[in-house]
C-alpha cells in the first residue's frame, strides 16, 4: 500500500516528522517498508510562461524565448525544445537553480545570452515524457515555486501490510490506525447523501447471494466523462501508484483508495436488461479491461446482463461495458463480496488487481453505501449528471460477535499493569463499541476488522497500542540449579567425538531418501511415505542411515576422494511410534593415509570391529547373520548383553554393482543408546603381586565362534582371572578338518598374596572343564 504523506497528514496529523511517524507505524504493526520522497531534491525553478518564441539568428533548432517569471520584466532564454510555443506555461530554472546532477548559470548560447532553462521532466527529475518540455496546465500562477505548487516535498510511503489488515488498505484505516496509536485528532472527509434528480434504476438480482449478500447500484445521467481530473485527485492518484484515465474512472479508483471499497462503472448504454450477480456458467468468456480474454469457470462470480457477462466480480470489468470519452449515462456498483469466493481466482487467470487484493483481504461491508455516496458526490461536483436513487440487494452478511475481554487475562499476557479506561479509549479509536462489566470489556469488533474474533485478539490490539517499546524488558524470574547428568549415559556429543578421536568426520544426511534405496537396502522394509514430499527421489523416511552414508561416500568418490572415514547419528523411522535413535558409519580405501612409516593396506572388517570396540572400551560378542545389504561371508552381528544391537560388514556385491562403487566399503549401524551406556568408574586396588599367564589352546568345531568360547570363559573363569582373549585361529595343517584351534591367554593375579602353583592349575583345569562342558571344545594336543 502506497499513499503520499501529504494526504495522510489532510486526514491525521500527529506531531511527528516522517521519521517518526514511520517508526510508530512499524512498531504498531504496518511496518514501512520504504519512504522515499516524490521528487529528487533541486530548488530555485518557478512557473514561468513563454511571451514569445523566435528562431534563433545563428542556430535553426534554437529558439530565443521572452519569459514571464514572475518579475516586472521578462527575461531572455535560449531554448531548443520543439514544443516552445507562446503561452505555453513550463518550469523554468533561475540562475543558481541546482538541478539534479548540474546546477544553472547564465550562460551565452551562440552570441545570445540566456538566463536560465526551460525544463523537460528529464532534468527535474519527474516521470513523464522527456521529449519536449514539462507543459503546465493554464491555471498555473507563474512565478510561483515550481516544488511549492506541485508538492513536490511531498514523501512517498509505502507499507508492508500483513494479510489480517485489509482495514489499512485504505487511506481512512491508516489515519484511524495513526489516530488511535498517537491520540491525534482524526478528520475523515464528510460524506453527504445524494438526494437523487431522476427515477433512472437497473434492476439488481443477486443469484449467488453467499457469495455477494450486499450490491449497491445507481444510474446517473448526462455526465461529461472529458471533464478534467482535478490536480490534488490526479496527484494523490500518481502517488499512490495509479495512473490518472478518465474522471469517472479515477473517482471510482480515488474511492477504492480512500475507503478501501473497490468499485466499477459501467457505460449504462452498454448494459442490456437487468444485472445479475451469479456464478459462471460453463462456456462463458469475457474480455476484460486490459484486452484479456477470460475463459470462466463455474466457480468464478461474475457481473451478467441478457447478453451475458460484462464484469469478473471483484477482480476487472469488462472491456464492451467500459466508460469511455464519449460515455454519457453510467451505472456505478458497488459491494461486498465474501473473501472465499474471490481467493485464487485472480491469480487463476494471471492476475492481480487492487480489487482482488481488497476483497481476497476482506472489505467493510459496513460502508459500502457511504463509498457510493462519496463516488457519486465526486462524480456529480466533477462530471455534472443527473442522479438515480440506489438499487439495494442485500443478503445475510457476516456477523460481529462480541468478545469478553477479561481484565486479569489481559495483565496476566501482557505482563504488565494496562490502565483499563486507555484500553477502553483506544478500542473506541478502533471502531469497536466497548461495554464495561465488571472486570470485564463486552467488545464488539467493527464491519471492518474481521481479524478481531477471539479474546487473545483484543489483547494483542490493547499491547499494540499501548506500544511494545513501552513494555519494560524485565528478565525471566528462574530457579538457577543444576541439572542431574546421569553418569551412566554418554552425551551424544561424547559419542561424536569419540568417533573423531578415531579418524572419523561427521555427516548429515537427509531423513528423506529415495525409496529405490531403502528396497535395495533391504527388500521386506516398508519406509513411511510422505504425503507432500519436496521432490519424488526424497518421497519416503529412512529406515537405515546407511542410504544417505553410501551416497555420501559415492559423492566423494566422484571428486576423487579416495580415503573416507565417515559416520552419522542420527533417527531412522520404522513406524511412527518407533523411531530409535542410531549411529551408523562406512569406511572405504585405505587403513591408513598415504605415508612412509606404514604400507599400504585396506580397511577390513576387523580394522572396523576394532574401531567399534574402542567405542565401547571392551570387545564384542559378534554372531553370525544374514543381512540383505552385507556380504554373506563378511557380516555380523552385533550383540551385547544377550541382545542384538546392531551390524557390521562389507556392502553386499550387489549393492557395489547397484550404487556404481569401485569396491565394497565396510558398514556399521548400532543402537546409539545401547552405545551411550557405560558403568560407572568404580576404584580397585592395584596389585602389588605378579601376574600369572597361561596360554591354553582349544580344539573346536569350525562353526563355533570364538565369541561363543569367550563368553563362556568368562562367565565360569574363578575370581582370580583377570583377562581372557584370543591371540590366535589356527585352521592349516595338522587340524582335522571342520576344526580350527583357538589360542586363549588367561591372565591371572590376586592383590591381597602371589598365586601358588596349585591355584593357578585349579583354574586352568576349571576353564578347560567348562569349554568341554558348553562348546564341545578340548585341549590341542
Not at 404 to 417: D, N, W
Amino acid at each position: 500500500m502506497q499513499f503520499p504523506e501529504s494526504w495522510l497528514r489532510n486526514l491525521v496529523n500527529p506531531a511527528l516528522d516522517t521519521a517518526q511517524l514511520s517508526h510508530v507505524l512499524t512498531m504498531a504493526g504496518l511496518e514501512v517498508e520504504a519512504s522515499t520522497p516524490a521528487a529528487p531534491p533541486f530548488n530555485n525553478v518557478v512557473v514561468a510562461e513563454i511571451l514569445s518564441a523566435v528562431k534563433h539568428p545563428d542556430a535553426d533548432r534554437l529558439r530565443v524565448c521572452q519569459v514571464d517569471v514572475g518579475e516586472a520584466s521578462p527575461i531572455t532564454i535560449v531554448c531548443g525544445a520543439p514544443n516552445a510555443a507562446v503561452g505555453l506555461k513550463v518550469p523554468c530554472a533561475r540562475p543558481g537553480a541546482i538541478l539534479p546532477g548540474f546546477e544553472i548559470k547564465i550562460a551565452k548560447v551562440r552570441g545570445v545570452e540566456s538566463f536560465g532553462m526551460l525544463c523537460s521532466t528529464k532534468e527535474l527529475g519527474l516521470e513523464g515524457a522527456a521529449d519536449g518540455l514539462m507543459e503546465l496546465p493554464d491555471d498555473a500562477p507563474v512565478g510561483e515555486d515550481f516544488r511549492s505548487w506541485l508538492n513536490l516535498d511531498d514523501t512517498l510511503i509505502t507499507l508492508k501490510l500483513t494479510p489480517n489488515r485489509a482495514d489499512c488498505l485504505s487511506m481512512q484505516g491508516i489515519a484511524r490506525e495513526v489516530g488511535a496509536i498517537t491520540g491525534a485528532e482524526v478528520r475523515l472527509p464528510k460524506i453527504r447523501e445524494i438526494e437523487p434528480r431522476i427515477q433512472d434504476t437497473v434492476p439488481v438480482q443477486v443469484m449467488a447471494s453467499e457469495a455477494c449478500p450486499l450490491y449497491l447500484g445507481r444510474v446517473v445521467r448526462g455526465i461529461n466523462a472529458q471533464a478534467v481530473t482535478p490536480r490534488w485527485m490526479a496527484e494523490r492518484l500518481e502517488r499512490s501508484g495509479i495512473r490518472p484515465l478518465l474522471a469517472p474512472i479515477d473517482i471510482t479508483n480515488y474511492v477504492l483508495l480512500e475507503l478501501g471499497q473497490p468499485m466499477h462503472a459501467f457505460a449504462l448504454s452498454r448494459i442490456q436488461g437487468e444485472i445479475e450477480v451469479r456464478m459462471a456458467r460453463l462456456g462463458e468468456h469475457l474480455q476484460l479491461l486490459n484486452g484479456q480474454t477470460a475463459e470462466l469457470t463455474p466457480d468464478m462470480l461474475v457481473i451478467a446482463d441478457a447478453n451475458g457477462p460484462v464484469a469478473l466480480a471483484g477482480i476487472m470489468g469488462g472491456q464492451p461495458s467500459s466508460v469511455e470519452r464519449f460515455t454519457v449515462d453510467v451505472f456505478l456498483e458497488a459491494a461486498f463480496i465474501a473473501p472465499a469466493a474471490i481467493a485464487g481466482r485472480a491469480r487463476r487467470l494471471g492476475l492481480s488487481t487492487d480489487s482482488s487484493h481488497r476483497f481476497e483481504r476482506g472489505v467493510d461491508f459496513g460502508a459500502t453505501r457511504l463509498a457510493m455516496e462519496r463516488a457519486t458526490e465526486l462524480l456529480v461536483d466533477i462530471c455534472g449528471g443527473q442522479v438515480g436513487p440506489i438499487t439495494e440487494a442485500v443478503a445475510a452478511l457476516p456477523q460481529r460477535t462480541p468478545i469478553t475481554l477479561r481484565l486479569a487475562r489481559l495483565k496476566r499476557v501482557a505482563g504488565v499493569e494496562l490502565d483499563t479506561e486507555q484500553v477502553v479509549r483506544d478500542l473506541i479509536a478502533l471502531g469497536a463499541l466497548v461495554e464495561r462489566d465488571d472486570d470485564k470489556l463486552i467488545v464488539t469488533p467493527p464491519s471492518f476488522r474481521f481479524d478481531l474474533v477471539i479474546e487473545e485478539d483484543l489483547i494483542e490490539e490493547a499491547v499494540r497500542l499501548f506500544g511494545y517499546d513501552n513494555i519494560p524488558a524485565q528478565p525471566p524470574a528462574a530457579p538457577s540449579r543444576m541439572l542431574p547428568q546421569d553418569e551412566t549415559v554418554l552425551p551424544d556429543d561424547i559419542l561424536r567425538q569419540m568417533l573423531v578421536g578415531l579418524d572419523y568426520q561427521e555427516v548429515i544426511t537427509y531423513s528423506f531418501v529415495d525409496p529405490a534405496w531403502e528396497t535395495a537396502l533391504d527388500a521386506h522394509a516398508q519406509p513411511m511415505p510422505l504425503a507432500n514430499p519436496i521432490a519424488s527421489q526424497l518421497s519416503v523416511m529412512r529406515t537405515t542411515l546407511w542410504g544417505g552414508l553410501i551416497e555420501t561416500l559415492r559423492h566423494n568418490l566422484n571428486r576423487q576422494q579416495e580415503r573416507v572415514r565417515i559416520f552419522e547419528l542420527g533417527r531412522v523411522y520404522a513406524s511412527l511410534a518407533k523411531q530409535p535413535l542410531k549411529i551408523g558409519g562406512v569406511v572405504y580405501g585405505e587403513v591408513l593415509p598415504e605415508q612412509w612409516g606404514a604400507s599400504a593396506r585396506r580397511v577390513d572388517f576387523f580394522d572396523l570391529k576394532g574401531d567399534i570396540e574402542r567405542l565401547f572400551g571392551h570387545a564384542l560378542d559378534t554372531r553370525p547373520g544374514v543381512h540383505p545389504a552385507l556380504h554373506p561371508g563378511q557380516s555380523a552381528e552385533l550383540w551385547h548383553d544377550g541382545k542384538a544391537i546392531g551390524w557390521i560388514g562389507a556392502l553386499h556385491p550387489r549393492l557395489v554393482q547397484a550404487f556404481d562403487l569401485p569396491s565394497a566399503p565396510m558398514l556399521f549401524e548400532i543402537d546409539a543408546q545401547v552405545l551411550a551406556q557405560r558403568g560407572v568408574p568404580r576404584h580397585a586396588t592395584v596389585s602389588r603381586f605378579p601376574l600369572v599367564r597361561r596360554d591354553l589352546a582349544f580344539v573346536l568345531d569350525v562353526q563355533t565362534p570364538a565369541g561363543e568360547l569367550l563368553a563362556a570363559l568368562r562367565e565360569g573363569a574363578p575370581a582370580q582371572v583377570r583377562s581372557i582373549d584370543v591371540f590366535d585361529d589356527y585352521r592349516g595343517k595338522g587340524m582335522v578338518e571342520n576344526q580350527k584351534s583357538l589360542a586363549i591367554r588367561v591372565v591371572m593375579q590376586d592383590t591381597q598374596r602371589t598365586l601358588t602353583d596349585q591355584e593357578v592349575e585349579d583354574s586352568v583345569q576349571k576353564l578347560v572343564e567348562t569349554a568341554r562342558r558348553q562348546c564341545n571344545a578340548s585341549l590341542r594336543a
